[in-house]
């Protein structure tokens, strides 16, 4: 036996239901936090699992960001101040970091109400989190509509990537194992990565 789930049968699912099915299509995202600043010097912090590598050279990174019809602290300081980090969640910090997406004030600080602790560098004008081992500060670059429903693609460039020693291996790779970067399966539903092999690059069988 096998489920199949129309259109239809989308469209008169209850909310929830819908939203965690459609979610978890993608399979399991690394958690991130999204840090910024707003131009009163509030840091503000949230948690993202729709974090994607836009390109390499020049080097890109993007976020999907839900429609902006209500008050977004984090859309509306990336697209004021232009920086915003990335920061891999650790796993030891996942209720911290889950707490994240509550619905707090303007002038209420992520950072100091979830526990976290905020740095920065002279490069990126947007908090880092001291916490996580392997961070990322990048500067708008584009912002792309989505007309189907409202979501924003940001997209920024990469200025800094800040990395524990030994997170990066040979050839660039990034041991995923060693930052103990938290997954995530929809909005909140958390997993541990584990590493199963590293295959050569596929080439046509002859």
């Given at each position: 036996?096998?489920?199949?789930?129309?259109?239809?049968?989308?469209?008169?699912?209850?909310?929830?239901?819908?939203?965690?099915?459609?979610?978890?299509?993608?399979?399991?995202?690394?958690?991130?936090?999204?840090?910024?600043?707003?131009?009163?010097?509030?840091?503000?912090?949230?948690?993202?699992?729709?974090?994607?590598?836009?390109?390499?050279?020049?080097?890109?990174?993007?976020?999907?960001?839900?429609?902006?019809?209500?008050?977004?602290?984090?859309?509306?300081?990336?697209?004021?101040?232009?920086?915003?980090?990335?920061?891999?969640?650790?796993?030891?910090?996942?209720?911290?970091a889950h707490q994240t997406?509550?619905?707090?004030?303007?002038?209420?600080?992520?950072?100091?109400?979830?526990?976290?602790?905020?740095?920065?560098t002279d490069r990126v004008?947007?908090?880092?989190?001291?916490?996580?081992?392997?961070?990322?500060?990048?500067?708008?670059?584009?912002?792309?509509?989505?007309?189907?429903n409202g979501t924003i693609?940001?997209?920024?460039?990469?200025?800094?990537?800040?990395?524990?020693?030994?997170?990066?291996?040979?050839?660039?790779?990034?041991?995923?194992?060693?930052?103990?970067?938290?997954?995530?399966?929809?909005?909140?539903?958390?997993?541990?990565?584990?590493?199963?092999?590293?295959?050569?690059?596929?080439?046509?069988?002859?």
């Amino acid at each position: 036996m096998k489920t199949y789930i129309s259109a239809t049968d989308i469209a008169q699912f209850e909310k929830q239901y819908r939203t965690n099915l459609i979610n978890g299509l993608g399979g399991i995202k690394s958690a991130i936090l999204v840090g910024t600043q707003d131009s009163d010097g509030t840091n503000n912090l949230a948690i993202f699992s729709q974090v994607v590598h836009v390109g390499a050279n020049p080097a890109l990174m993007g976020i999907l960001h839900r429609p902006v019809s209500v008050e977004k602290h984090t859309y509306e300081n990336i697209v004021s101040q232009e920086y915003f980090t990335l920061n891999h969640v650790p796993q030891e910090k996942i209720h911290e970091a889950h707490q994240t997406s509550a619905r707090y004030n303007r002038k209420q600080s992520e950072f100091e109400i979830c526990g976290f602790k905020a740095e920065f560098t002279d490069r990126v004008k947007a908090p880092y989190v001291r916490e996580s081992m392997l961070k990322i500060g990048l500067k708008l670059a584009e912002l792309i509509p989505v007309s189907s429903n409202g979501t924003i693609l940001i997209i920024g460039s990469i200025e800094e990537i800040i990395a524990e020693d030994g997170l990066i291996e040979a050839e660039g790779l990034i041991n995923l194992n060693q930052t103990k970067t938290a997954l995530v399966l929809g909005l909140e539903t958390y997993y541990k990565a584990e590493k199963i092999v590293r295959l050569p690059y596929a080439k046509p069988i002859t």
